[in-house]
């Protein structure tokens, strides 16, 4: 308890072993992606980079990732059935995976309530809403770049939602996260799940936790491999600080997190991912002050 709680505190990410999560289903999930990368996706990312003319770029490409990736929905409902290209295999084996990461994000969850006073329960009752959490994974391949200084893998960005459960490739490496203002690596480790921290867990937390900048560097040699399942409030759940965490004195200088719909937050994050967040945080916190001071007056 007493490292996640420093994982949480100061670095936003901790890398898991002994999850409980079957070896052999992950080496099936493993499998059967990068089958699925080669059958459908490869011959698709090569014809993009052709089309885009990302192979000989000169100049720092700010617009685009070197990434192939396509999304599952598990919760509310699951879309698995209606990915197309999927052999139906992978489709049972991801809604499997799914379900194991969806438990152990839960359990996660109720660790960070214990190391942070919290009733047990309190944020997966936060993230519920009306139809309980969103949670989805996104499968990604990052192909061998040739430029890997001009065109990143995946831009530096928080993630926006809550809890977030990363089974990367166990060979090839790329991801970073920012400690302190430098680029540390996370390197591979076979059969561990790299958790991270949403906006939404710095939000509830009234800032104690923090979601932390991250990115991924393409490799010139070798195709990385990485499924990022993300655990997130309902679109209708409201999200606020968590009023046991929040200081007075804090309260009285105004350093509150904001108040808002979850679905809100998202509209925003679309089109400012890849900026800091805390421009994110003011903006909510200005709707919500609109909110508060009731109707404007007109004529
Ligand atoms: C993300 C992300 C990291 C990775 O999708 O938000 O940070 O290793 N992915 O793919
Ligand atoms: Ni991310």
Not at 150 to 173: E, M, N, P, W, Y
Request: proline fraction near 5%; hydrophobic fraction near 35%.
């Amino acid at each position: 308890m007493e490292i996640i709680k420093d994982a949480c505190e100061n670095w936003g990410f901790f890398e898991l072993i002994n999850h409980g999560i079957s070896h052999e289903l992950m080496d099936t999930v493993e499998r059967l992606t990068k089958e699925h990368y080669q059958k459908c996706m490869e011959q698709r990312f090569k014809e993009l980079v052709a089309t885009k003319g990302l192979e000989g770029v000169q100049t720092e490409v700010n617009d685009l990732d070197w990434e192939s990736t396509f999304f599952l929905r598990h919760l509310p409902q699951s879309n698995i059935s209606e990915i197309p290209d999927l052999q139906d295999e992978y489709r049972k084996v991801m809604k499997e995976f799914a379900l194991r990461l969806e438990k152990l994000a839960e359990e996660l969850l109720d660790l960070l309530c214990e190391n942070l006073g919290l009733e047990k329960g309190y944020l997966k009752k936060a993230f519920h809403g009306s139809k309980g959490p969103n949670f989805g994974t996104k499968v990604s391949n990052y192909p061998p770049c040739p430029k890997p200084d001009l065109i990143k893998g995946l831009r530096a960005h928080t993630d926006a939602g809550g809890i977030i459960l990363l089974f990367q490739d166990d060979k090839v490496s790329g991801l970073q996260l920012l400690k302190d203002d430098q680029w540390i690596d996370v390197p591979p480790m076979r059969h561990s799940i790299v958790i991270n921290l949403g906006d939404q867990i710095e939000v509830i937390t009234n800032g104690k936790y923090k979601s932390v900048m991250h990115r991924v560097i393409a490799q010139t040699n070798g195709n990385r491999m990485s499924i990022a399942s993300f655990y997130n409030p309902g679109s209708d759940a409201v999200i606020y600080p968590a009023p046991t965490l929040v200081e007075k004195e804090a309260d009285e200088n105004n350093n509150l997190y904001p108040k808002f719909v979850f679905e809100d937050y998202m509209k925003l994050y679309a089109g400012l991912k890849f900026q800091a967040k805390e421009p994110r945080f003011e903006a909510m916190k200005a709707i919500e002050s609109n909110v508060n001071v009731g109707p404007i007056a007109t004529a």
